[in-house]
């Protein structure tokens, strides 16, 4: 199963500034190891720790419950 798939099912429900593949990009990068919390922030150019998490929150909660 492709997890970026997943995470748009949860993203197209939500109204952000950022675009989908901008909020995929940034939970694929921090959960891979990629980039970290405050580089996803300077990337998106935002101080909003929170907003990041709660992405990240909600993209582990989706994708947990569509692998049941």
Not at 36 to 47: H, P, Q, R, V
Not at 54 to 64: F, H, I, R, V
């Amino acid at each position: 199963v492709n997890n970026q798939n997943l995470f748009k099912g949860y993203f197209y429900i939500q109204k952000s500034k950022y675009s989908i593949e901008q909020r995929v990009q940034a939970c694929e990068d921090y959960h891979n190891g990629t980039r970290s919390l405050e580089e996803i922030c300077i990337a998106l150019g935002t101080t909003r720790k929170k907003t990041i998490r709660e992405w990240l929150k909600n993209c582990l909660l989706y994708t947990s419950d569509a692998a049941d």
